[in-house]
């Protein structure tokens, strides 16, 4: 079974481009999560959705950030207009059901974000 | 609002040696508790958790027991081997919210020497 694949790995970017994150979650995994990790921190929540539809964005900045969990393809994190201090590592995870119920988050690699 | 505290690293030890990593957390209801291991260029994986006060968490030689009365979740190993070396996260998870909706520590970066 293929764990949570995030492409790309690394991606550059100059201030004012957008930056598009794609994430497959493992099969037959109808939750997603967003995690963004800035250097030297931890990982700090950013959205959480299931297919087709946004649960909690809380974690998210109000301004150029948007997720989408499409009923068909990856979960993409978008990016519009970035700045120097978005540059960090995002990370995806996936679980078959509510992890409160005992399912736990299965990470992906992250895509690391750099904005010159 | 909830937050964990871990001690800060770098913590680099000699293989053999015991190991503490130490967390503490705050939180308003009964959260769940975990610890995620992040290796060099990798996604964070589970490595143990605990759901209620008293519970001990254990897997591949590390423990964690959840104390409520010192709010703590310190994990221990009696003997780490170089291929532990790696970034350790303590996280929470609050009953009241979608339990993917972890509260991150800002992780101790482990290094041990052969």
């Known amino acids: 079974n293929a764990g949570v694949m995030q492409n790309p790995r690394h991606l550059v970017r100059r201030r004012g481009q957008e930056a598009r994150l794609r994430c497959s979650p493992v099969?037959?995994?109808?939750?997603v999560y967003w995690y963004r990790q800035l250097p030297e921190e931890g990982l700090k929540f950013m959205v959480y959705l299931q297919k087709e539809n946004i649960i909690d964005e809380s974690g998210m900045p109000k301004e150029r950030f948007s997720a989408e969990f499409p009923k068909e393809g990856p979960s993409i994190l978008r990016i519009q207009q970035v700045v120097r201090g978005d540059s960090a590592a995002y990370f995806c995870?996936?679980?078959?059901?509510?992890?409160?119920?005992?399912?736990?988050?299965?990470f992906g690699n992250g895509t690391r974000l750099t904005v010159t | 609002g909830d937050s964990v505290t871990q001690m800060e690293g770098p913590v680099t030890l000699s293989e053999e040696a015991f190991l503490t990593i130490n967390c503490t957390y705050t939180?308003?209801?009964?959260?769940?508790l975990f610890w995620y291991v992040q290796y060099p260029g990798e996604g964070l994986q589970l490595l143990l958790k605990a759901t209620k006060a008293d519970d001990k968490g254990s897997n591949k030689g590390f423990e964690a027991t959840y104390r409520k009365e010192t709010t703590s979740f310190h994990l221990e190993k009696g003997s780490v081997q170089v291929s532990d070396s790696a970034v350790y996260f303590c996280?929470?998870?609050?009953?009241?919210?979608?339990?993917?909706?972890?509260?991150f520590g800002q992780g101790t970066e482990l290094s041990v020497k052969p």
């Open positions: 996280a929470l998870s609050d009953r009241g919210n979608q339990g993917g909706k972890l509260i």
């Open positions: 099969k037959g995994h109808s939750h």
């Open positions: 995870a996936s679980s078959p059901w509510d992890p409160q119920l005992g399912s736990p988050l299965h």
């Open positions: 939180a308003t209801g009964y959260p769940s």
